[in-house]
């Protein structure tokens, strides 16, 4: 399952899967999608593809559809396997979820009362945790680009946006 998979390089904030490693001049869009399912066909080491961002290899995936394309694979800055930033390995959309939660997920929208582990698979990881623990429970502040997300004892129970 697809994750985030942006060009966080430029401004365009389409979804971003390489279409083709091995040629530069090539339109690299492709119309793969957040949370679609895919399935590893192949994995590319780096010799053969571009070297960009210090990518050891490259996973070549394919959609039920039959399309084809490229997804980094990437290491954290101590060089260990990143938690998995751009797919899943399992269906992260839980089947417990309502339908409600489920469409604002897939849509990357958040609301009031949703758990840690939905605005998790919605927003992505945030920049920064802030945690508190005392008698009364536990409280986290996230914080993500100009927003502030609380949580109560894994809920979500305000925001605050700059």
């Given at each position: ?33 957040k ?87 919605s ?12 008698s ?12 502030y ?14």
């Amino acid at each position: 399952w697809l994750n985030d998979i942006k060009d966080n390089y430029s401004k365009d904030e389409n979804l971003y899967v390489f279409k083709n490693i091995f040629f530069d001049d090539e339109d690299q869009r492709t119309n793969f999608k957040k949370f679609q399912k895919v399935r590893v066909i192949e994995v590319v080491p780096f010799v053969y593809g571009h070297t960009y961002y210090g990518t050891p290899f490259y996973l070549k995936i394919q959609g039920e559809g039959g399309e084809i394309g490229y997804v980094r694979y990437d290491k954290t800055k101590r060089g260990v396997q990143s938690k998995l930033v751009h797919y899943y390995t399992k269906n992260p959309i839980s089947d417990k979820w309502s339908e409600e939660i489920k469409l604002l997920i897939k849509n990357e929208k958040i609301k009031m009362g949703m758990t840690s582990e939905q605005v998790n698979v919605s927003w992505g990881k945030p920049n920064k945790v802030n945690k508190s623990i005392g008698s009364w429970g536990v409280h986290e502040q996230w914080i993500y680009r100009g927003h502030y997300l609380y949580f109560e004892n894994g809920i979500l129970t305000s925001l605050q946006t700059k």
